[in-house]
T-cell receptor
Framework: NAGVTQTPKFRVLKTGQSMTLLCAQD?????MYWYRQDPGMGLRLIHY???????AKGEVPDGYNVSRLKKQNFLLGLESAAPSQTSVYFC???????????FGAGSRLTVL | GQQVMQIPQYQHVQEGEDFTTYCNSS?????IQWYKQRPGGHPVFLIQ?????EVKKQKRLTFQFGEAKKNSSLHITATQTTDVGTYFC?????????????FGSGTQLTVLP
């Protein structure tokens, strides 16, 4: 079992460019999440999904969009990247039972 | 909105010393979880506490949930270099979906050999 897989692991963007981060899980989890992690600020929830075809805003959704077309995939998009979006992004998933998160390895994004 | 505060932000200990991190929520929590993130790694679930006053142990790690369910602590006895990392507490959101977890800012533990 791969668990939660994120691609790419590293990316450098210029301000204004767009990109998509892909998260895939093979645990048949209903719930998926995107967090960003910045030094001294812990993990902040960007968007989440409670099931295929659904998405909802988290704590810091501005500047990001998400889609959950398939149960196993959760995509995070940046339409026009800004330096403030330089961060490490973590995808996570959880089952309908205990709300225990399984995280991916992370994607480090730098916006110049 | 709900806030989860964690102290200290950093802690340096000599190997063999004890370590404690504290987590305080602005609201009553139905449960609290603890995660560990090794340097360069991703958060990994350690434990979940549900009951008021609950105490759970995992080898040298002791987790407590306060009587009022608004605070929690993680205590490590006789730290080892393998304990290095950042420890996060997390609680369910008070607004929106209870599936949303609000994370504390974490305590970064350094263990000096």
């Amino acid at each position: 079992n791969a668990g939660v897989t994120q691609t790419p692991k590293f990316r450098v963007l210029k301000t204004g460019q767009s990109m998509t981060l892909l998260c895939a899980q093979d645990m048949n989890h209903e719930y998926m999440y995107w967090y960003r992690q910045d030094p001294g600020m812990g993990l902040r929830l960007i968007h989440y999904s409670v099931g295929e075809g659904t998405t909802a805003k988290g704590e810091v959704p501005d500047g990001y969009n998400v889609s959950r077309l398939k149960k196993q995939n959760f995509l995070l998009g940046l339409e026009s990247a800004a330096p403030s979006q330089t961060s490490v992004y973590f995808c996570a998933s959880s089952s309908t039972g205990a709300n225990v998160l399984t995280f991916g390895a992370g994607s480090r994004l730098t916006v110049l | 909105g709900q806030q989860v505060m964690q102290i200290p932000q950093y802690q340096h200990v000599q190997e063999g010393e004890d370590f404690t991190t504290y987590c305080n929520s602005s609201t009553t929590l139905s449960n609290i979880q603890w995660y560990k993130q090794r340097p360069g790694g991703h958060p990994v679930f350690l434990i979940q506490l549900v009951k008021s006053g609950e105490v759970k142990k995992q080898k040298r790690l002791t987790f407590q949930f306060g009587e009022a369910k608004k605070n929690s602590s993680l205590h490590i006895t006789a730290t080892q270099t393998t304990d290095v990392g950042t420890y996060f507490c997390a609680g369910p959101g008070s607004s929106g979906s209870a599936r949303q977890l609000t994370f504390g800012s974490g305590t970064q533990l350094t263990v000096l050999p």
